[in-house]
């Protein structure tokens, strides 16, 4: 197993993210394992073969298979979940504060997965495994790149759901995950009510992409296109598009925080003692070069075509991928946990209003736990253990 | 007076916006009005010559002097606040439904005088007239491009006060303005504390620039920078950056509006009926069409440079541009009535809540009216009738 990089120490180190909250150290070592999908046929209808996922396991499955929780993962993230690759490790998995012995998700009484997704971002993470444009496609012998097929948040569960039997799963006590990994839990409920018994959506995007997200995930691929070095996503092999990677990430961030966390973290301080804004055009803010240099930092790890059918893919979210939000909605048999966080700027808390009016609508028994913070929609996933009490109770109804 | 291009109408067509709010025109026809400053000091201590700056005044000035308001304009705006160049124009001024006789802002009574910024972002529109990077340095015959000075706030304001000096003010009753304009509504009161009796700042963005809000401004100038066309701000004459400009643009939009109006105006309806986004690349939703469209039509009157220069006035406000917020507040002698818009996604309310508790803790009489809405940043311009009787109210105390 190589280096891993840990993207919470990535942006932690030019963002003066607290560590406070990655303390605790999954107890065992885990490692990144592969599993392989001869042919997969998207919801569109398109085959790829050999679609290979990484994934890593925390806990044992039990005889009966119905100890099992699976989590997904968020826009930028992967399946490094919680633990430690090596004990040298810099920091645990994004959510080992509550992923371990004894923790909220109990890795002794419970076998937590969790997955890389399909088009996965970080194509050149030596710990991530995924399927997507980067992938060479068996019948050019070249990278796909935008001949990749379209696919869709459904499409990541359907691979989950392959993982999933051939590990010998039943049920899941539990399918959760942050911002888009709460879009592929929800999706969990509606494709396969029968094998989820609760859905724990953290700082939820709803049940179907609000038209404002769409405009707002158009805004962080924009950087991507215009980069004359994306030729079309036919990049690879060549000078990669990374300045539009790296803007396409600031945005991200932007729009992962919040201006309680700025003010906070930088205040108005100059980039450089001394040199103020006003001064000169060479000068510049404090928030600015930290969000530059993060955005920077993370986009030598990025693929740009991943980029872009991402955000696709949490464009075209509605659950159930049908015609209507109705019929996915009625499928759901779980009960559901949502947890938002109160100063989220991207996935706003009335999203997830919205998400349990509509569960409600539909029979649906919903309970809902705000994680207080000003940190913004990464609250979810550096503070998820303020919401473990929460998520403790909820797991033992 | 050529043919006025009203912003408002401009947005409208493509976005779907109510026009509910400007059915009430200003009762008699308006002029754009130029006045000069031979030569002006920026608080940077550059000196401009031949500054002119376009105006327009509604109602009549008293013996006193004292019946004047003054309203500044917002980022993308410009001087037209009321009434119609022409009985043909499409529409009225932005904030005619509470400036007219009889309205909040009532030009029997009150002299109401509003002026084109520095730096405005319109420069090819004939009725906007203002001085900055496009506009010809007398020193070398050529635009200034960047090398016209950085400009603050407080400049603004500063023209503002040599204007009303020319015209003869002596007090202003109130000193309004939406977003960008509140900034310089808010300076006026620490600039000229003997001068301004009240200021209403609508979709305020606080007594300096939160550090989120200078990230934000980075995100909206990044496209222009990256478009090659843009060439360190040396355009004119040539072919200009309209990509960038349009993009840009775009991303004010975005930042301007909410969930709800999105979700309202457009919902998740494809820009083609039938052609599913999740089936090709060519495909998009109605929302990301629209306001492509919408960047695209602004940007052919706006100018690449002075969005630039707008960004840093707005990045590097702080009242009484001084070395601490402290001594630009304790300025303040003015009652401040306080206007933030519910659904705001850019000057959240909660920069008003801060604003308020400074503005308290130094004494200064604050009242606050939050105009109901889902429609974003934008229901200060679109709605802010709904502010009318707090205004009427206000002003009479």
Redo the contacts between chains.
């Keep these: 197993m190589m280096k891993p990089i840990n993207w919470m120490r990535v942006a932690g180190l030019a963002l003066g993210l607290a560590a406070g909250s990655m303390a605790h150290a999954y107890d065992g070592l885990v490692e990144k394992k592969v599993f392989t999908i001869p042919s997969f046929t998207t919801?569109?209808g398109k085959t790829i073969r050999n679609v290979r996922i990484g994934y890593e396991t925390y806990g044992t499955l039990n005889a009966a298979g119905n100890n099992a929780i699976f989590v997904a993962h968020y826009f930028s993230g992967n399946s490094h979940a919680a633990g430690k690759y090596k004990a040298s490790d810099a920091a645990p998995g994004y959510w080992d504060s509550v992923i371990g012995a004894g923790k909220p998700f109990d890795t002794d009484r419970y076998f937590v997965v969790s997955a890389d997704s399909l088009v996965n971002l970080s194509t050149k993470d030596p710990n991530v495994v995924t399927t997507g444009p980067a992938t060479i496609d068996p019948d050019t012998g070249r990278p796909y790149g935008?001949r990749f097929p379209?696919v869709?948040i459904k499409d990541f569960v359907v691979t989950q759901k392959a993982l999933a039997d051939a590990l010998g799963i039943k049920k899941f006590v539990a399918v959760t995950g942050a911002s888009m990994g709460s879009l592929q839990a929800m999706e969990w409920a509606s494709s396969y009510p029968d094998m989820v018994e609760r859905v724990i959506p953290v700082i939820p995007g709803g049940l179907?992409?609000?038209?404002?997200?769409?405009?707002?995930a158009?805004?962080w691929a924009?950087?991507i296109y215009?980069?004359?070095k994306w030729n079309g996503g036919d990049y690879y092999g060549r000078d990669e598009p990374l300045?539009g990677v790296a803007?396409a990430l600031?945005?991200v961030t932007?729009s992962s925080?919040?201006?309680?966390?700025?003010?906070r973290?930088?205040?108005?301080e100059f980039a450089v003692a001394g040199a103020?804004?006003?001064?000169?055009?060479d000068y510049k803010?404090?928030?600015?070069d930290a969000?530059d240099k993060a955005g920077a930092a993370r986009a030598g790890f990025a693929d740009a075509d991943s980029f872009l059918y991402l955000v696709?893919a949490n464009?075209?979210f509605?659950i159930g991928?049908g015609a209507t939000l109705e019929e996915g909605v009625a499928r759901i048999k779980a009960k559901v946990l949502a947890i938002p966080a109160s100063s989220d700027?991207l996935l706003?808390p009335?999203?997830t209003t919205t998400m349990l009016d509509d569960l409600k609508k539909h029979g649906v028994v919903t309970e809902l736990f705000t994680i207080p913070g000003d940190g913004g929609h990464l609250d979810g996933v550096t503070d998820i253990a303020k919401a473990g009490d929460a998520i403790r109770a909820f797991l033992a109804k």
Tied chains: 1, 2.
Excluded: C
């Excluded at 179907?208 to 707002?216: C, G, K, T």
């Excluded at 973290?265 to 108005?268: A, D, K, V």
């Excluded at 803010?285 to 600015?288: I, Q, T």
């Design positions: 919801v569109g935008m379209i869709t179907e992409a609000n038209p404002y997200l769409i405009a707002v158009d805004e924009m950087p215009d980069d004359p300045h803007e600031k945005l932007i925080r919040a201006p309680g966390w700025s003010q973290t930088f205040g108005r103020d804004p006003v001064a000169s055009w803010y404090k928030v600015s969000l696709r464009q075209t509605r991928q700027r706003f009335e999203y």
